[in-house]
């Protein structure tokens, strides 16, 4: 999540074109507003969400449904509208927060500014004592990338983000449309347990059963657990 023009967009696109070129499969494809990369045997799931101030509750939604906020801030521009509304997703939402400071390539970039900015709204750096790891780097050189990976798997592993396979399936819609020949079909993230072909699921007040089941390489598989989404 970030302040519109931040550089998030960029920051995916990067994530998903270094993936590619490191896997042969490609490793990351892009479904509608979800991203999958493959980092040292571990799979990190991205949810996109859009920093125009349109699209507040589209955010708000992004947040909940999501174990680890990246807050992108640009380093040259700090604190704005849409970072300020991302903390308060996350504080909503009870979902930690690590900071991505983008665009260390510029010349006017300002850091001690961004956490000083970013300390009065009670994000501290664990350089300062404080609880969020903030990584520094560019998306448009791949700076700090890989940090960002590392740091993401970490906090995971602090927080003993896990899922038990053999439950029955809970998950979010992240998004579903109308195809003219498939029928209804939807981005699900699975959070727990495993979703199966020719299982039955309820939204809310609809209902369907699951007709075909796709992962992110778009491949078809007959059950998808939480690592896979």
Known sequence: MGHVDHGKTTLLDYIRKTNIAKNEKGGITQHTGAYQVVFQGHIINFIDTPGHEAFTQMRARGAKVTDII??????????????????????????????????????????????NELSALNIVTEEWGGSNIFVYGSALTGQGIDTLFSSILL??????????KNRYPIGTVIEAKLHH???????????????????????????????SLENTNGQPIKFAPRELR
Do not use: C, S, W
Not at 155 to 164: G, H, Q, V
């Open 70 to 115: 990246v807050l992108v801030v640009a380093a040259d521009d700090g604190v704005m509208p849409q970072t300020k509304e991302a903390i308060n997703h996350a504080a909503a939402a009870n979902v930690p927060i690590i900071v991505f400071v983008n665009k260390m390539d510029k010349p006017n970039k300002d850091v001690d500014r961004i956490k």
């Open 155 to 164: 906090l995971a592993e602090i927080l003993e983000l896990k899922a038990n």
């Open 181 to 211: 020949n498939k029928g209804t079909i939807a981005t699900l993230m699975v959070q727990n347990g495993t979703l199966m072909v020719r299982d039955f699921i309820v939204a809310g007040y609809q209902y369907g059963r699951i007709r």
